[in-house]
């Protein structure tokens, strides 16, 4: 593995040797690996995350050594450089038409996908539905027992390399039309409500105690979130801008459903 690494690193940084057939079979191992689950763009690392990001250079290589074809599925017509990704029922996943994956993500046994898009290297973990028309971004890590509901976009980051790719975390549940994107990272059993927007600069405020506290980037875990706004201040006047608020918190319990519907319940969350 590392003398992949290190090969794809002298790649990114060399281009004119792309067309050599062991530069070709490099990218295309790597990318390969990352279809079958067996590394990763990004990976937990204790309370954080470690971006791999000699596997994201491998990717972005991917598409120029890649030329157009068209697919045939039935009466469907595709024409494009990556192919679709196969074989879920010896994979264990349940793909309901007209579900698309990219070959290049993993989506692990277990996952159901809906009527939905899942891009080239993101993850997919176990239980996780994708709903109807959820879309899964280039690189997105998406963990165990998220629901993903209708309409929901998890935003794509192939580069810069370096750059964390959008993270929702196990046991989530993300509201219909969420959007999530410019590497945001969701802590696990958090529950955000339908419309919720969240990007890097979004202010993310804590509204449950006496004073407000603002995040940005993270969603704290077991947080139970809902679309909001604040006022700013600008030359000609002030005027109410987008934000997310943290309303309450999951109670800590083994089981994350009871936990769920109690959340929604309470908080009158709309999904």
Sequence with gaps: MDDLKNLIE????DRSHLSSPGSKDAIREVVDLVDKGKIRVAEPDGDGWKVNDWVKKAIVLFFPIQQMETIEVGPFEFHDKIPLKKGYAAQ???VVPHAIARYGCFIESGAILMPSYVNIGAWVGSGTMVDTWATVGSCAQIGRNVHLSGGVGIGGVLEPPQASPTIIEDHCFIGSRCIVVEGVRVRKEAVLGANVVLTQS???????????????????????????SYTKSFPAGDYQVPCALIIGQRKPSTDTKV?????????????
């Excluded at 002298?10 to 940084?13: A, C, S």
């Excluded at 405020?205 to 940005?216: C, Q």
């Excluded at 936990?259 to 999904?271: G, H, I, K, Q, T």
């Design 202 to 228: 979004t202010h993310i405020i804590d509204v449950t105690g006496e004073k407000p506290v603002t995040y940005k980037g993270e969603v704290p875990e077991r947080s139970v979130v809902i679309p909001g």
């Design 92 to 94: 264990g996943v349940r």
């Design 10 to 13: 002298k790649l990114w940084e």
């Design 259 to 271: 936990s769920l519907n109690d959340a929604l319940r309470e908080y009158n969350v709309a999904v």
